[in-house]
T-cell receptor
Framework: DQQVKQNSPSLSVQEGRISILNCDYT??????FLWYKKYPAEGPTFLIS?????DKNEDGRFTVFLNKSAKHLSLHIVPSQPGDSAVYFC???????????FGKGITLSVRP | GAGVSQTPSNKVTEKGKYVELRCDPI?????LYWYRQSLGQGPEFLIY????????DSGLPNDRFFAVRPEGSVSTLKIQRTERGDSAMYLC??????????????FGSGTRLTVV
């Protein structure tokens, strides 16, 4: 059973517009949520995180929103740039060892 | 080193053979993780080391898989009697302070294992 779900496999947006990547989870014990970005032939790179005690975290062009009651989070990228084209993974953890449960990922394409 | 180094980058082996995958974490990082990513899936947790000991090996799929980190730095993931279903990208990651869970950890570029 998928505890972290990214239901849309791909997203295409125009350069300069907003990209919204969605993620849902089922495990109420998750208390940290992270987004990773992955380019081909490279390992995932940490992007941004949010604790379950917050509902928003912002870092430059990237903002993550958390809706605990809906068990939903989203990553907003604005403005989107062609270099943002990559696979984005949503991940969640609970407990002290930082073990992560990942979603399947979403492929973002930003058109020039 | 500057990043997490994994060797080899690609490994092709015959079904039934034994393989070893190596991970060299960032210097000073006490926590080390192994994940496996199959095609079209996200990374799946295998094992976590804190120092030399395996603090959580709940993700190892069966007893053909084993990992060691004898000196608290380099780790080796060992797979015995490989099967075609073991074909995947094996990712290693390390972190300085696993208690700081908001920082994420640094992944290597992975080892692509293909069992033929």
């Amino acid at each position: 059973d998928q505890q972290v779900k990214q239901n849309s496999p791909s997203l295409s947006v125009q350069e300069g517009r907003i990209s919204i990547l969605n993620c849902d989870y089922t495990n109420s014990m998750f208390d940290y949520f992270l987004w990773y970005k992955k380019y081909p032939a490279e390992g995932p790179t940490f992007l941004i995180s949010i604790s379950s005690i917050k509902d928003k975290n912002e870092d430059g062009r990237f903002t993550v929103f958390l809706n605990k009651s809906a068990k939903h989070l989203s990553l907003h990228i604005v403005p989107s740039q062609p270099g943002d084209s990559a696979v984005y993974f949503c991940a969640a953890s609970s407990g002290a060892n930082s073990k992560l449960t990942f979603g399947k990922g979403i492929t973002l394409s930003v058109r020039p | 080193g500057a990043g997490v180094s994994q060797t080899p980058s690609n490994k092709v082996t015959e079904k039934g053979k034994y393989v070893e995958l190596r991970c060299d974490p960032i210097s000073g990082h006490t926590a080390l993780y192994w994940y496996r990513q199959s095609l079209g899936q996200g990374p799946e947790f295998l094992i976590y080391f804190q120092g030399t000991g395996a603090a959580d090996d709940s993700g190892l799929p069966n007893d053909r898989f084993f990992a060691v980190r004898p000196e608290g730095s380099v780790s080796t993931l060992k797979i015995q009697r490989t099967e075609r279903g073991d074909s995947a990208m094996y990712l290693c990651a390390s972190s300085l302070n696993p208690a700081d869970r908001g920082r994420g950890y640094t992944f290597g570029s992975g080892t692509r294992l293909t069992v033929v």
